[in-house]
């Protein structure tokens, strides 16, 4: 494992039609960016001095231009270590209504808002072999695509935990091997 850096993915959710908790914001990451055209969370490191929670409201405002208050902190779930080195600490937040959001082109390819429905699927997660036989290969399918660890890792506790309110560990999960870098 490489040296560890410290990163912040923000998980944010916000509102279906109806007014309740219905849908998980998704990015695809801008072709230039590390690990572009993968799907995403909002993410990025944390700079010094700063707490987790700060650097998920930095990042939301720099990737989607969503300026969000302390108050819309909803707590944050268990960290993520990846094969390369990342620390990812997961925070969640309350996007609201989230109109003005705009990707950011350097960063961001597209938005995306998906129901949270669509990671309660029979079907998820997939768990594949991998390497190491105690640590099964997280996806999460959506539509006819899935979404790799450490993204499904964070989504799947975030289903488990706050929508099946099932205490879910994810840290055993593997990345595919694309994502090793």
């Not at 405002?61 to 108050?71: C, H, K, S």
């Not at 938005?111 to 190491?132: K, Q, S, V, Y």
Request: proline share 7%; hydrophobic share 45%.
């Amino acid at each position: 494992m490489n040296a560890r850096y410290d990163m912040v993915c923000c998980f944010a959710v916000r509102p279906d039609e109806s007014g309740a908790l219905g849908e998980v914001l998704q990015l695809r990451r801008a072709p230039g960016d590390f690990m572009g055209g993968a799907w995403s969370i909002v993410r990025g490191r944390i700079e010094h001095g700063e707490k987790a929670w700060q650097a998920a409201l930095r990042e939301l405002r720099e990737e989607v231009n969503l300026l969000l208050d302390d108050a819309s902190i909803l707590g944050r779930l268990d960290d993520y270590v990846t094969r390369s080195g990342f620390v990812i600490t997961p925070v969640v937040v309350w996007a609201g209504a989230a109109r003005a959001m705009r990707p950011n082109p350097a960063e961001v390819a597209s938005i995306h808002r998906i129901p949270i429905d669509e990671f309660m699927r029979a079907d998820a997660p997939l768990l594949d072999a991998g390497p190491d036989p105690a640590r099964p290969v997280l996806r999460m399918p959506v539509g006819q695509h899935w979404i790799a660890a450490p993204t499904a890792a964070v989504l799947y506790q975030f289903r488990e935990l706050c929508i099946a309110g099932r205490t879910t560990r994810v840290a055993h999960f593997d990345q595919p091997e694309f994502a090793w870098r």
